[in-house]
């Protein structure tokens, strides 16, 4: 008797786990297909969202920087250039301060080297050098700057102690034109380091 109801337990035991067995394809095939198409469009708005998080921030003027960050471990050539372009696309004065920050100062008042390169570092206040601006028929686009972008990474030279960052810049209704920007790395005596500063900025006087 006890030997037969063992059995039958084992038989029901079996019955019901194949039972089991059986039921689970149908739960993979409905309830974890719902939940991957969940997930997936969470991941696209959340992708969305950050690339129109990212699209805000780049138009607007960047953050104000403290002396803990522009030392070189921090601001590579390409993040100089971005801080600087981002600044003169938001407002042409903020633009003319950040390149001043950013600028190697020069003694004298030549404002410009023997290749017609613009030295920045010359001019002793941001009005100073956005009233050069709107006066140069070769620089003025950088007083009323609409649009720009890099034409790839920085080209570095000198043991990457050298830095040149291509770019191209237009007004509102204007053409693209190119403009060079020339860095180098430096020793502050700011307690920082090492930095890279701008040496000079050469726009091609021709329009693409």
Not at 62 to 86: H, K, Q, S, T
Request: hydrophobic share 45%.
């Amino acid at each position: 008797m006890l030997r037969l109801l063992a059995l039958g337990l084992c038989t029901t035991a079996h019955a019901l786990a194949v039972g089991a067995v059986g039921a689970i394809p149908l739960l993979r095939c409905t309830a974890p297909a719902l939940h991957l198409s969940m997930s997936s469009d969470e991941a696209l708005w959340a992708s969305l969202k950050a690339r129109i998080a990212v699209t805000e921030e780049s138009a607007g003027a960047p953050p104000p920087l403290g002396i803990e960050d522009i030392g070189a471990d921090c601001m590579g050539p390409a993040d100089v250039v971005e801080y600087v372009m981002r600044s003169m696309k938001a407002d042409a004065d903020a633009g003319a301060a950040s390149l001043l920050s950013f600028a190697v100062k020069y003694d004298g008042d030549k404002t410009e080297d023997h290749l017609g390169q613009l030295q920045p570092g010359c001019f002793g206040t941001p009005a100073a050098l956005l009233a050069y601006y709107r006066t140069s028929p070769r620089y003025t686009i950088l007083a009323d700057m609409h649009e720009w972008k890099c034409m790839g990474p920085p080209d570095t030279s000198n043991y990457a102690r050298s830095a040149v960052q291509k770019l191209l810049v237009r007004g509102e209704r204007g053409n693209w034109e190119e403009l060079f920007v020339n860095m180098q790395l430096a020793d502050v005596a700011e307690g920082v380091g090492k930095r890279w500063l701008i040496t000079t900025v050469y726009k091609q006087g021709s329009a693409m």
